[in-house]
């Protein structure tokens, strides 16, 4: 497949501005969740940034490996982002703060384009993720405590269907079903991969 990977494309996608970064925008449904009535836990709200660097020779996406001391999600790869907090207001300023505390990249480098659809885990989270551009070069540092790496994939890469894996793998005694797209050493999968996946579709519109 080929999908031109442009500031040009990106901004006819996300055709619609970038939404709550004042705190004036809804976000009733991410904050509450689903319904009492469709699952007994509320989910947490939480928000990633999906960042595309638009470097002169073609985009790509920055991505981290997480720490293997963490309690939580130990050495996977993922995007840089976190639970809601009080004063966030918004998804949007809910991932642009955490992407400053793990890796040190400050709202001011960041273009906010628009948001992909919000997605629920296993693990108890309502994740909305949001989109932004970088432009080289740019400042990062990597928060010891929770990222070993930072590096990043060609976008023509990630969005390409032919790399994209659906794999079964039993965890703690149950199966379960997975998107993956290795990458060199690295394996991208959960919900980073997903997310890399409905990106795909959206650019591939």
């Known amino acids: 497949m080929k999908v031109p990977v442009s500031r040009e494309h990106l901004n006819s996608v996300f055709d619609e501005p970038a939404t709550g970064l ?14 009492d009535d469709q699952s ?3 989910l947490t709200p939480a928000a990633v940034l999906m960042p595309l660097i638009d470097h002169a020779d073609g985009m790509t996406v920055l991505l ?23 004063g966030d207001g918004t998804p949007e300023n809910t991932a642009l703060r955490e992407t ?20 629920e885990t296993g693990t108890g989270y309502r994740v909305m993720p949001v989109v932004g551009v970088i432009t080289p070069p740019f400042p990062v540092a990597p928060n010891p405590n929770e990222v070993a790496e930072i590096f990043e994939v060609p976008l023509s890469f990630v969005i390409d269907p032919a ?10 005694g149950i199966q379960r079903q ?28």
């Open 22 to 35: 004042d705190g004036a925008a809804d976000v009733g449904a991410w904050l509450d969740g689903i319904p």
């Open 40 to 42: 007994p836990e509320k």
């Open 64 to 86: 981290t490996q997480r720490t293997a001391h963490l309690s939580a999600h130990a050495g996977q790869i993922s995007f840089p982002g976190g639970q809601f907090e009080a």
């Open 100 to 119: 400053e505390e793990e890796i040190g990249l400050t709202r001011a480098n960041i273009e906010v384009l628009g948001r992909l659809g919000v997605r």
């Open 163 to 172: 790399n994209h894996r659906f794999e079964t793998r039993v965890m703690s």
């Open 178 to 205: 997975f998107y993956a797209v290795p990458y060199g050493g690295y394996y991208i999968w959960g919900l980073t991969a997903r997310l890399l996946v409905n990106l795909s579709e959206r650019l591939a519109r």
